[in-house]
């Protein structure tokens, strides 16, 4: 297997470094718009990825999309498929995967998340550490659980909706497209697309 690079350096890709070591595979390059101070992992920057030289030193590596925004990291990697494939996915090895899941590519399954029987799971979505997705949810492309949080069992999280720390979301509860659920919110109901909640009960803002 080819070297890793990792498309976007920051604090969402110090994380991804972390998950592909934990698997025993290399990271050795990443791509941003600028050469970081602050790396870390002592990684190569090989420039910016929408350079076409770039582009041409990317065909040595796998890659991976390490941008936690939703909106930025689908639009980067819809840029990134049709010349290179499809991204790596991150797996720690601490997170406890059913074998009866069914995910896509370029997602990250950080350290000590749980993901239960007849799992759904699009593209680039994050499930970030400690989250607790439970049996035959369904995780639409480039959504983001964030860090505690826990789906009930038959949940469905739209393209591009983020569930924030900690929130819980009953179970059979629908999420639109592009909503934005706040830390610690309890989420007992279906929610519209691009809506914004926080709370326990939930209330919109």
Not at 6 to 28: K, M
Not at 88 to 110: C, D
Request: neutral net charge.
């Amino acid at each position: 297997m080819k070297n890793i690079a990792l498309i976007g350096y920051s604090g969402h890709a110090f994380v991804a470094f972390e998950i592909f070591f934990s698997q025993g595979l290399i990271v050795s390059a990443y791509t941003d718009k600028e050469e970081k101070s602050l790396n870390p992992y002592s990684l190569k920057w090989l420039g910016d990825e929408n350079d076409a030289e770039v582009v041409e030193k990317l065909k040595a590596y796998t890659y991976f999309v390490s941008i936690g925004d939703n909106t930025i990291r689908k639009k980067v990697s819809e840029q990134l498929i049709p010349i290179f494939g499809q991204a790596e996915n991150a797996l720690h090895k601490t997170a406890i995967i059913s074998r009866s899941m069914n995910a896509g590519v370029g997602n990250m399954f950080a350290p000590r998340v749980v993901i239960n029987p007849l799992v759904k799971i699009g593209n680039g979505v994050i499930c970030n550490t400690g989250s607790i997705i439970e049996h035959e949810c369904v995780i639409h492309d480039y959504a983001h659980i964030a860090p505690g949080a826990v789906l009930c069992g038959n949940v469905t999280v739209g393209e591009g909706s983020f569930v924030g720390a900690n929130a819980v979301v009953k179970q059979g509860v629908t999420i639109g497209k592009n909503v934005i659920i706040g830390a610690g919110a309890v989420i007992i109901k279906d929610i519209e697309d691009n809506k914004k909640v926080v709370g326990n009960p939930q209330r919109f803002i």
